[in-house]
């Protein structure tokens, strides 16, 4: 029975592969079918549309991605969409690679090399080209030297070898670039077109150029011109000429060079062909420069930067920007020069463009000259002098190289001889030992073939084995795969509406108010709204920023004795009104004591109770949100009943699960991100306590919070109060040292610590505090922590070295926790942050100082914030222009310790005058310069940077 079971098994099998290679084939000829169709649109856009449409079918194979990816990317490269069609040819090539289909592996690499030929990225145009051929040197073993295939081969090869050698010659690399063309011309001599010998003629031609053989190069452009005109090849014409304007530009014959350019400038305009437009915009500008035309110059040098920054032409640009410079310089707009030079040189630099880099060097010292910059312009001119004889070095080196590079060959040959010569006495001891293990195999192969028929049997009962074990391990995974997405896109849906809300009232609050839409006597009213969301919208920023401190366990709970009674009244302040509103009861049950002292971290149970309350208020359309608490068995338990819309067992199960509602319409019915519980179970979690629910649909839900926690009746320590303390507003005499480095963030506090009548003595160093405090004794003195000359954290150790007994405190944007610790650790008698915040400020203030006359809070409170900061703000602003000078001038002279203290500086700033982007982007500029120093940190030091000018653009442009 053994026997025909295996047959009937193997048959089955058999069947079954033919069945699935039958419906491969079909579905293969339909793909094609549908492929072969788009290709005729002529909408290209609607072609990619239907080719967006096929990836979507869940059936197809990753051999018919493949194919729908790869027509999606030729079709880009048609609509001269470069950089679209890089991303779908790269995800073709990835599964090209997984599938070991070789053939189109070589196609879609020759595909990417020319893409990035075209966005001037040459050096990844070598790689891409360089796989394609190296396929195409593999196949040549395997067809006859007088067949077709050969033929096809020796072509695909020879053309590669020419786009290899046009990137090369872009490159710089000259020798690489002939070494290209001479093996390409041996196999068009052999194998090409006419069209194809011409074709490698004039890239000879072209290399000429870039190798100053103007006079050999103009002679052979001329011969080769009239022939691409007989093959009908208008576009090789018009390149032709081109490149035959650059060689009579460099051989001094302007009028000949302008001549051919603008023609072939205009063929390429005519034909919408931006790409090349671009490059003959920057040589046209260029001549124009050479015959002492600048405004000419300056219009086309102009044209050609607009375009290639719309195509992302980066040599081009590059190019476009330096001939923008030398005519400016020339019609004496020097700062100008200046500014297109750079940016010309950080897209020179980007790109590796190593001679529009050099020759940007004498540039910048003319330029530098004309600005009396002369030291800079000697500079750049030694670093131009320097580089020349680097090249010259280099050209030397090369033909060095290439005469070892022979040697080696030669070497190499010989290697190979002897290689040959060992390797034949190696198969003559070969065959001998062969005949001896022959008879040794044969007596293993029966002995052999006996256990494996029985090894087969029990591999095989392995394998279904681990197949079914696997097969259940990846449907576990792909489940909770497509959990996680789930989750991502419902948070992305949430935040994207929590965010844009506040945001869409806070832009268009501000916008009308500045374009004068707004009365003045609602102007303090639609103040009061901008101001309101804009607590909203930082009250989400910090339950993110909570669940990311949790996630990366670093939120440390403050435990102090707290009045149980004083957090159970802010509770009922803050909901009693908003149940009104809605016409529900909202009431507080609880046989507690009064006082009834707990050590627990208030702000954090308020935080609990307060999303739980605001859930129960939210849900709840009419009936009741009742808070029974109680105390048994050394805990505190919260039970917060309403009869809202309740949930299902299913809901339930998913309710404390990360940016997650009970219902994906509840965000859009009663809005919320979905945080709110996730946050709270986790930190009731971080308190040793725990959250339940329980929920009838349609009838309402019931959460329990429960924590442990120690009990007092009475307290000696002063008690924290959930409420911010209510500080009784007041005037205040004396003095007081304010030492800070920024001279718009010092006027800034100063002006709000003598709008509560304070004599403020400002510093700008920790020395200057020093003295001030010594000389004044002030009842108190504020030191920013980085300060030049002695900062704060010196300034504190030489008061107290010189026996000065008043208080210190730190002023700093450094506001982390652990930073604070070791800020009090030091000494230091208390911490404000930047950006101050008013209220804290006025109770430190109210502690510290006497005052001489008590008004109302609200109204003190409200002439404070009456202040006028606007010429402040207009300063700081206009400050940043030098700041961004500075920025650049740190960045250029690598001084990192001096470019961290510059980016504190400004974060502390941006912060306190309200440009919350700017001051974080410095932020995390200062951040990743504290750490240790290595080649990434450079890398990602100038990314960060860039994103902080970016953000000083945008706040010097507002």
Known sequence: MEPFKSIFFFVLTLLLQCYIGVAFAAQTAEVQQKLADIAKYENKEEAIIRLDEMLLQKSLSAKHQMMILSHQGRTYYEMGNYEHAIEPTKSALKIAYHQNLIIEQAELNKLLGICYYFLGEYSSAVTYYQNAYDFYQGQVSQFSPTSEPFKQNAVKRANLLNNIALAYVLLGKSSFALQSYKKAEALYQQFGSENDKVDVRYNIATMLINLKRYDIAITMLKEIIPKLGQLGDNSGVAKAKADLGVAFKYSGQFELALQHTLVALNYFQSQNNNFETASQLHNIAEIYN????PSKAKGFAEQGVKLSQEISHKKALAGSLQSLAKASFSLGDIPAAAQYLAQSNKVALSEDYKALTVSNMLLSSL?????????????????????????????????????????LAQQVIRLEQNKKLQKLQMIKLEQQRGLILLAIILIFVIAFLIYRRRLENRLTNELESRVVQRTQALEFLTQELKQANQVKSQFLANMSHEIRTPLTSIVGQSEAIINGDINEAELSHEVNIIHGNSLHLLELINEILDLSKIEANKLDLELREYDLHKIINAIIDIFSEQANKKGLTFEVKHQLPSPFFVTIDGFRLKQILINLCSNAVKFT???HVIITISWRDQALTFSVQDTGIGMSKKQLSTIFELFTQADNSISRRFGGSGLGLYLSNQLALLMSGKIEVESIVGKGSTFVFSMPCQYKLSSNQKLGNIHEQEVIEKKYQGKIVLADDHDDNRRLIARILEGVGLEVLCATNGKQAVDLCIEHEPNLALLDIQMPEMDGIEAFRKLRSLHYKKPLFALTANAMSHEVNYFLALGFDGHLKKPIERKQFLRTIDTYYQPVLSVNNTKLEHDIEQVDFTDLKISFTK?????????????ESKENFQLERFAHRLA????MFGYIELGQSAQELEKHLKMTHSEEKEEITLDLAECLLDELNLVVAE
Do not use: P, W
Not at 290 to 293: A, E, F, S, T, Y
Not at 388 to 405: G, Y
Not at 879 to 890: F, M, Q, R
């Open 290 to 293: 050479l015959m002492k035309q």
């Open 367 to 407: 330029i530098n000259t004309g600005l009396q910059k002369f030291d800079l312009a000697i500079e750049q001119a030694q670093h131009y002098e320097s580089k020349m004889h680097q090249e010259v070095n280099a050209k030397l080196n090369e033909q060095l190289a290439k005469f070892e590079s022979e040697q």
């Open 621 to 623: 359309e009419k009936g």
């Open 879 to 891: 400050n940043l222009v030098e700041d961004k000078k500075k920025l650049l001038s740190l960045l």
């Open 908 to 911: 502390g700033a941006a912060q």
